[in-house]
């Protein structure tokens, strides 16, 4: 009983629209009509600015990080990352945002810090990596979701590869549209890295 609680609790943290709520509740916007239609990180940067990006960054990493301590505060059994991905799944497909939601990428990440913080400094200084020389975050993303995978093998456990590889090759898919947009040499850089100064001095 307890474990089925806290499934759907995870599922609702990660259910949270923090991009759409700080759109409409601080800029009157939603977020998902405007950049890339997405409600995460990368668009509410790109829409909202950098102040607003922060806010739910942190707000999406805090969702999955409190989902894979809610086994161990409420004392269920289930695994933690089994309520992790619950929180990644509740933010791709979230109840309170008509089911439209992000790549669940900083949710897991979340998820990640709050059960393996040396998994998750390595997957993040990955990302960071490609970030600086793609200047691209869906690029990043999908890199550093190939690196993690990799990098699981080398912790010798078997929950964190198992998930490592389904939440990986989840959030890959997710990205199906950017790897065309990569593939066709028409996808959005950030302010930041290597290839955006290079494509600047063209």
């Not at 943290?13 to 977020?31: E, H, M, N, Q």
């Not at 790109?46 to 409190?66: E, F, N, P, Q, Y």
């Not at 979230?94 to 997957?123: E, H, Q």
């Not at 020389?133 to 964190?160: E, K, N, Q, R």
Request: charged share 10%.
């Amino acid at each position: 009983m307890i474990s089925a609680i806290v499934v759907i609790l995870a599922y609702l943290l990660g259910s949270i629209p923090s991009g759409v709520w700080i759109g409409k509740l601080f800029y009157k916007i939603d977020i998902r009509e405007h950049g890339s239609g997405n409600m995460g990180t990368t668009n509410t940067f790109r829409v909202l600015g950098t102040k607003a990006g922060v806010i739910v960054l942190i707000m999406d990493i805090l969702k999955g990080s409190l989902a894979t301590l809610l086994p161990a505060l409420l004392g269920a059994e289930i695994h933690p990352l089994l309520a992790g991905v619950f929180a990644a799944i509740g933010h791709t497909i979230p109840i309170f945002a008509g089911f439209r939601g992000g790549k669940a990428v900083a949710t897991s990440a979340g998820m990640l810090l709050a059960y393996n913080p040396l998994f998750f400094i390595l997957s993040i200084s990955c990302f960071l990596i490609y970030l600086y020389f793609s200047s691209m975050v869906s690029f990043s993303s999908i890199t550093a979701c190939i690196s993690a995978m990799i990098l699981s093998l080398f912790f010798g456990d078997l929950w964190l590869i198992l998930v490592t590889f389904a939440l990986s090759s989840y959030i890959i898919f997710r990205h199906r549209s950017n790897i065309q947009r990569i593939r066709n040499g028409t996808e959005s850089m950030i302010p930041f890295g290597r290839n955006y100064k290079r494509h600047n001095q063209k």
